[in-house]
Structure formats: C-alpha cells, structure tokens
C-alpha cells in the first residue's frame, strides 16, 4: 500500500479553495488538478509499504507529541519557481510549530528505514501539477520547458493574494493512497491527536 502522513483541512477552507479553483482552472486547463475532496496538506510521504509495515508507522507516529497549531491559508504560488512552474499551491502560514512536526515525523520514521526528505519542508497546499514528465516539484531527468501555468500566471498577476482562512489543525492522520484513472483516492487508516 502507497502511504503518506498529512493535515486535512477544514470545510470552510476547502470551499473557499474550491471557489477560487472555479474561477481559475480555465486559464491552466491542461493542468492536472486536484480534487476538493482530495485537498490536504502532506508532512510525510512514505511510499510502497506491507500491512506489517504499516502497522509500524502507526505505532512510530503515536509517539509523536505536538501542540495543535493554528494554520492561516493564504496567497499562490509555484514549485520550484515561477519562471519554470511544475505545481501550483496555495501557501500556509503557521510558524515553526508544522515545520517542527515534519521534522519530528522524518526523524521518527527513519528509524523503520523510510528514508529522509532530501530537501527542507515547505508548507503548502498542492492545488495542480503541471507539464509533462516528473510532474515532481523539483527538476528530475526527462524534465522539459513547461508552459502549462503560463496563462494561469499571467491571470494571477493583477490580482491580490488571496485569503482562505484560519483554522487550527489538532491531528494529522495516515492515508492510504490508492491510484485510479480517474486520480488519486486517499483513505484515512489512522488518526494522531496533536496536544
């Protein structure tokens, strides 16, 4: 099973999100966007791993202990930069409190072999990729140019950074992901409460 650990959102924020992709989502339409539904904020992602496996996880992520934290969703932008964009988020707001979690939770996951992230966490909320190849974030070989967020940029430009909202975030949970034709499919498989 495909898993990762992350924050979900609120349902005010989601439709906030949702309205603005309504608005935006014809100037990018080759984009591959995500799904309302499917709409989280990812700490950790841990890849292909067993049953027995993931009940490890489980059992590593429990010791984790973390205050609840208030997030604040505002603003866009693009990975890895503007003038090259392969993915197109919304930017959070939450001071060190969510950095440290996602540090916390690579250190504690290393110790079941689930290898570190190789880059400094950045807080975002992925809203579409774009482009052919990788689709990552960061340039991987067979990479080309990418005019895919072009028109979206150029729309985006006049407009003020928008607000989506606070909320306070006082768990994050293990997610199965489940790929299919028509997109990803996440299923929770376990929550951790934040203090």
């Given at each position: 099973?495909?898993?990762?650990?992350?924050?979900?959102?609120?349902?005010?924020?989601?439709?906030?999100?949702t309205?603005?992709?309504?608005?935006?989502?014809?100037?990018?339409?080759?984009?591959?966007?995500?799904?309302?539904?499917?709409?989280?904020v990812?700490?950790?992602?841990?890849?292909?791993?067993?049953?027995?496996?993931?009940?490890?996880?489980k059992?590593?992520?429990?010791?984790?202990?973390?205050?609840?934290?208030?997030?604040?969703f505002?603003?866009?932008?693009?990975?890895?930069?503007?003038?090259?964009?392969?993915?197109?988020?919304?930017?959070?707001?939450?001071g060190?409190?969510?950095?440290?979690?996602?540090?916390?939770?690579?250190?504690?996951?290393?110790?079941?072999?689930?290898?570190?992230?190789?880059?400094?966490f950045?807080?975002?909320?992925?809203?579409?990729?774009?482009?052919?190849?990788?689709?990552?974030?960061?340039?991987?070989?067979?990479d080309?140019?990418n005019?895919?967020?072009?028109?979206?940029?150029?729309?985006?430009?006049?407009?003020?950074?928008?607000?989506?909202?606070?909320?306070?975030?006082?768990e994050?949970?293990?997610?199965?992901?489940?790929?299919?034709?028509?997109?990803?499919?996440?299923?929770?498989?376990?929550?951790?409460?934040?203090?």
């Amino acid at each position: 099973m495909r898993l990762f650990v992350a924050l979900d959102i609120d349902d005010d924020i989601r439709g906030r999100i949702t309205r603005f992709l309504d608005d935006v989502r014809k100037f990018a339409p080759e984009a591959r966007w995500v799904r309302p539904e499917s709409l989280h904020v990812t700490l950790k992602f841990i890849g292909e791993k067993s049953e027995a496996e993931a009940e490890k996880i489980k059992l590593t992520l429990r010791t984790i202990e973390a205050a609840a934290m208030e997030m604040n969703f505002r603003g866009f932008g693009f990975f890895p930069e503007a003038r090259a964009p392969r993915v197109f988020w919304v930017g959070i707001e939450a001071g060190s409190a969510l950095t440290s979690l996602a540090e916390t939770m690579d250190n504690r996951l290393s110790s079941l072999n689930i290898p570190k992230e190789g880059h400094a966490f950045n807080a975002h909320l992925t809203l579409a990729r774009g482009g052919r190849g990788s689709g990552s974030a960061r340039w991987r070989k067979g990479d080309g140019p990418n005019r895919t967020f072009q028109r979206l940029q150029e729309k985006l430009a006049a407009q003020s950074p928008p607000e989506f909202g606070t909320m306070t975030a006082r768990e994050f949970f293990l997610y199965q992901s489940q790929l299919s034709p028509g997109g990803s499919k996440y299923m929770r498989l376990a929550g951790f409460g934040l203090q």
